[in-house]
C-alpha cells in the first residue's frame, strides 16, 4: 500500500485498513464506501478523486462494499455512498449520499485541521 503512486488508496478488508491506520496515526483517512454498480457512486467518484489528488494533507480510500464486509460492518454502512472521516481508526464524522458541496466542505475543513 504506497501513497506515493494513487491518491486514492483501495481497501479490501479490515487487516489493510488497521495497517494504514498504523503507519499514519495522526492522519485523518476518509473510507469512501462505494459499490460498482450505483449511480450516485459513480456520478461523486470524480469529485472526490479531485479532492485526493489536491488535498495532500489527509489519505483518501475506496472500500467497494461489496468486497470489505467486515469494514462496512465496523463503520455500519446503511447506504452508498457513505464517507467516514476517520482519525486512529476511530469515526470523526461521516456523511452519506452524493452531496458534493458537502463533502467538498468536510475535505477542506479536515485538511485545514491537519495542517
Known amino acids: ?9 483501495e481497501l479490501t478488508d479490515m487487516r489493510e485498513f488497521e495497517q494504514l491506520v498504523r503507519q499514519h496515526p495522526d492522519k485523518v483517512i476518509i473510507l469512501d ?3 460498482t454498480w ?3 457512486c459513480k456520478a461523486i467518484a470524480p469529485l472526490y478523486k479531485e479532492l485526493a489528488t489536491n ?10 462494499v461489496d468486497e470489505a464486509e467486515d469494514l462496512c460492518s465496523k463503520y455500519d454502512v446503511k447506504m452508498m455512498p457513505t464517507f467516514v472521516f476517520t482519525k486512529n481508526g476511530e469515526t470523526v464524522e461521516t456523511l452519506e449520499g452524493c452531496v458534493e458541496e458537502e463533502l467538498r466542505r468536510k475535505v477542506h475543513q479536515h485538511v485545514s485541521s491537519a495542517q
Not at 2 to 9: Q, R
Not at 55 to 64: H, Y
Open 38 to 40: 450505483c449511480g450516485p
Open 33 to 35: 464506501f462505494f459499490a
Open 55 to 64: 488535498n495532500k494533507g489527509i489519505i483518501f480510500c475506496k472500500v467497494d
Open 1 to 9: 500500500m504506497s501513497l506515493a503512486k494513487e491518491p486514492i488508496l
